[in-house]
Protein backbone atom coordinates (compact mmCIF):
# COMPACT_ATOMS: atom_id res chain seq x y z
CA UNK A 1 0.00 0.00 0.00
CA UNK A 2 2.67 2.13 1.16
CA UNK A 3 4.44 1.29 -2.64
CA UNK A 4 1.12 2.74 -4.05
CA UNK A 5 0.91 5.69 -2.42
CA UNK A 6 4.86 6.57 -3.12
CA UNK A 7 3.56 6.27 -7.07
CA UNK A 8 1.05 8.81 -6.80
CA UNK A 9 2.09 12.21 -7.76
CA UNK A 10 2.48 14.99 -5.56
CA UNK A 11 -0.36 16.64 -6.82
CA UNK A 12 -2.84 13.72 -6.12
CA UNK A 13 -0.51 13.67 -2.52
CA UNK A 14 -1.81 16.90 -1.87
CA UNK A 15 -5.58 17.35 -2.67
CA UNK A 16 -6.29 13.24 -1.86
CA UNK A 17 -7.39 14.55 1.85
CA UNK A 18 -9.22 17.26 -0.21
CA UNK A 19 -10.84 15.29 -1.98
CA UNK A 20 -11.85 12.61 0.49
CA UNK A 21 -13.53 15.10 2.47
CA UNK A 22 -15.44 16.98 -0.17
CA UNK A 23 -16.67 13.20 -0.77
CA UNK A 24 -17.97 12.28 2.58
CA UNK A 25 -19.41 15.86 2.77
CA UNK A 26 -21.03 15.07 -0.17
CA UNK A 27 -22.48 12.31 1.09
CA UNK A 28 -23.48 12.73 4.48
CA UNK A 29 -25.15 15.98 2.76
CA UNK A 30 -26.92 13.55 0.40
CA UNK A 31 -28.01 11.13 3.38
CA UNK A 32 -29.63 13.73 5.46
CA UNK A 33 -31.32 15.31 2.43
CA UNK A 34 -32.69 12.13 1.45
CA UNK A 35 -33.63 11.67 4.96
CA UNK A 36 -35.25 14.49 5.52
CA UNK A 37 -37.14 14.46 2.19
CA UNK A 38 -38.61 10.95 3.73
CA UNK A 39 -39.97 11.95 6.61
CA UNK A 40 -41.42 14.85 4.85
CA UNK A 41 -43.02 12.88 2.11
CA UNK A 42 -44.24 10.54 5.10
CA UNK A 43 -45.60 13.61 6.95
CA UNK A 44 -47.04 15.06 3.92
CA UNK A 45 -48.89 10.83 3.02
CA UNK A 46 -50.18 10.54 6.25
CA UNK A 47 -51.27 14.45 6.32
CA UNK A 48 -53.48 13.56 3.58
CA UNK A 49 -54.91 10.00 4.15
CA UNK A 50 -56.17 11.30 7.76
CA UNK A 51 -57.97 14.12 5.53
CA UNK A 52 -58.84 11.16 3.28
CA UNK A 53 -60.17 9.09 6.13
CA UNK A 54 -62.05 12.39 7.16
CA UNK A 55 -63.63 13.22 4.07
CA UNK A 56 -65.18 9.55 3.31
CA UNK A 57 -66.23 9.45 7.22
CA UNK A 58 -67.85 12.74 6.64
CA UNK A 59 -69.78 11.63 3.34
CA UNK A 60 -70.57 8.33 5.25
CA UNK A 61 -72.10 9.93 7.98
CA UNK A 62 -74.30 11.87 5.43
CA UNK A 63 -75.31 9.51 3.61
CA UNK A 64 -76.32 8.06 6.57
CA UNK A 65 -78.23 10.65 7.69
CA UNK A 66 -79.99 10.95 4.17
CA UNK A 67 -80.86 7.19 4.62
CA UNK A 68 -82.77 7.69 7.92
CA UNK A 69 -84.63 10.26 6.41
CA UNK A 70 -85.68 8.74 3.59
CA UNK A 71 -86.70 6.09 5.74
CA UNK A 72 -88.27 8.00 8.43
CA UNK A 73 -90.14 9.92 5.76
CA UNK A 74 -91.17 6.60 4.13
CA UNK A 75 -92.39 5.20 7.41
CA UNK A 76 -94.62 8.45 8.10
CA UNK A 77 -95.67 8.00 4.31
CA UNK A 78 -96.75 3.70 5.37
CA UNK A 79 -98.63 4.88 8.73
CA UNK A 80 -100.40 7.55 6.93
CA UNK A 81 -102.18 4.88 4.29
CA UNK A 82 -102.09 2.31 6.72
CA UNK A 83 -104.02 4.21 9.86
CA UNK A 84 -106.45 6.82 6.98
CA UNK A 85 -108.06 3.33 6.03
CA UNK A 86 -110.59 1.80 8.74
CA UNK A 87 -108.47 -1.21 10.44
CA UNK A 88 -110.81 -3.52 11.43
CA UNK A 89 -110.23 -6.26 14.06
CA UNK A 90 -112.87 -8.44 13.71
CA UNK A 91 -113.83 -11.35 15.85
CA UNK A 92 -113.20 -14.16 13.48
CA UNK A 93 -110.72 -16.27 14.11
CA UNK A 94 -107.50 -17.86 11.76
CA UNK A 95 -105.30 -20.18 12.40
CA UNK A 96 -102.31 -19.74 10.98
CA UNK A 97 -98.67 -21.56 10.90
CA UNK A 98 -96.02 -19.02 12.73
CA UNK A 99 -92.42 -20.14 11.77
CA UNK A 100 -89.89 -18.23 14.08
CA UNK A 101 -87.12 -16.94 11.56
CA UNK A 102 -84.15 -17.33 13.81
CA UNK A 103 -85.08 -21.12 15.41
CA UNK A 104 -87.58 -22.41 12.24
CA UNK A 105 -89.65 -24.07 14.31
CA UNK A 106 -93.04 -23.70 13.61
CA UNK A 107 -96.57 -23.96 15.70
CA UNK A 108 -99.93 -23.22 14.79
CA UNK A 109 -101.61 -19.81 16.42
CA UNK A 110 -105.10 -19.06 16.22
CA UNK A 111 -105.35 -14.99 15.06
CA UNK A 112 -107.89 -12.38 14.74
CA UNK A 113 -108.91 -11.28 11.26
CA UNK A 114 -108.09 -8.07 10.35
CA UNK A 115 -109.46 -6.00 7.71
CA UNK A 116 -108.05 -2.77 6.36
CA UNK A 117 -111.67 -1.16 4.32
CA UNK A 118 -113.43 -4.16 2.73
CA UNK A 119 -110.32 -6.18 2.55
CA UNK A 120 -108.78 -9.08 4.14
CA UNK A 121 -105.18 -8.16 5.51
CA UNK A 122 -103.92 -11.57 5.66
CA UNK A 123 -102.20 -13.01 3.04
CA UNK A 124 -103.11 -10.18 0.73
CA UNK A 125 -100.16 -8.33 -0.82
CA UNK A 126 -103.23 -5.55 -2.06
CA UNK A 127 -101.77 -2.60 1.20
CA UNK A 128 -98.25 -4.02 0.89
CA UNK A 129 -97.71 -3.12 -3.05
CA UNK A 130 -99.61 0.29 -2.68
CA UNK A 131 -96.60 1.37 -0.07
CA UNK A 132 -93.87 0.07 -2.21
CA UNK A 133 -95.69 1.89 -5.66
CA UNK A 134 -95.08 4.95 -3.37
CA UNK A 135 -92.08 4.69 -1.49
CA UNK A 136 -90.20 1.33 -2.82
CA UNK A 137 -88.44 -0.66 -0.59
CA UNK A 138 -89.94 -3.74 1.60
CA UNK A 139 -93.00 -3.57 3.51
CA UNK A 140 -94.45 -5.59 6.40
CA UNK A 141 -97.77 -5.18 8.57
CA UNK A 142 -96.88 -7.50 11.84
CA UNK A 143 -99.67 -8.93 14.38
CA UNK A 144 -98.69 -9.52 17.68
CA UNK A 145 -98.72 -13.33 18.73
CA UNK A 146 -97.98 -14.33 22.35
CA UNK A 147 -94.21 -15.45 20.89
CA UNK A 148 -93.60 -12.16 18.60
CA UNK A 149 -94.35 -10.36 16.07
CA UNK A 150 -96.08 -12.43 12.80
CA UNK A 151 -95.83 -11.52 9.11
CA UNK A 152 -99.57 -11.45 8.46
CA UNK A 153 -98.76 -9.24 5.08
CA UNK A 154 -95.35 -8.37 3.07
CA UNK A 155 -93.41 -8.26 0.66
CA UNK A 156 -90.70 -10.00 2.19
CA UNK A 157 -89.03 -13.28 0.98
CA UNK A 158 -87.95 -15.76 2.62
CA UNK A 159 -86.69 -17.42 -0.20
CA UNK A 160 -86.41 -16.32 -3.94
CA UNK A 161 -89.96 -17.23 -4.81
CA UNK A 162 -91.57 -17.73 -1.15
CA UNK A 163 -93.15 -14.66 0.91
CA UNK A 164 -91.54 -14.52 4.31
CA UNK A 165 -95.82 -14.38 5.70
CA UNK A 166 -96.10 -16.60 8.46
CA UNK A 167 -92.68 -15.89 9.58
CA UNK A 168 -92.41 -14.11 13.07
CA UNK A 169 -89.79 -12.13 14.77
CA UNK A 170 -89.39 -13.74 18.25
CA UNK A 171 -89.77 -11.79 20.91
CA UNK A 172 -86.02 -12.07 22.38
CA UNK A 173 -84.95 -10.29 19.07
CA UNK A 174 -83.68 -6.52 19.34
CA UNK A 175 -86.22 -5.78 16.49
CA UNK A 176 -89.27 -6.91 19.07
CA UNK A 177 -87.30 -5.28 22.13
CA UNK A 178 -87.07 -1.94 20.13
CA UNK A 179 -90.80 -2.38 19.31
CA UNK A 180 -91.82 -3.02 22.78
CA UNK A 181 -90.14 0.26 23.89
CA UNK A 182 -91.80 2.36 21.05
CA UNK A 183 -88.82 2.66 19.23
CA UNK A 184 -87.27 2.61 15.95
CA UNK A 185 -85.01 -0.51 15.19
CA UNK A 186 -82.20 0.69 12.92
CA UNK A 187 -79.47 -1.86 12.10
CA UNK A 188 -76.03 -1.31 10.50
CA UNK A 189 -73.45 1.36 11.45
CA UNK A 190 -73.58 3.64 14.11
CA UNK A 191 -71.84 6.62 14.44
Do not use: C
Not at 24 to 31: F, R
Not at 45 to 50: D, G, I, S, Y
Not at 134 to 148: A, E, R, S
Amino acid sequence: MKRWFRRLSLKLKLFSPVYLGIILSISIITAFSISKSSRNIHESVERNLTMEVHTLMKMMEREHALKQETVEKNLRVAHSLFYNRDLKISDEKINMIATNQITRRSHLVEVNEWYLGDEKLHSNSGFVNDVVSLVGGTVTVFQKIDNGFLRISTNVLKTTITSAEGTFIPNNSPVAKADRQEKPFTAGLTW
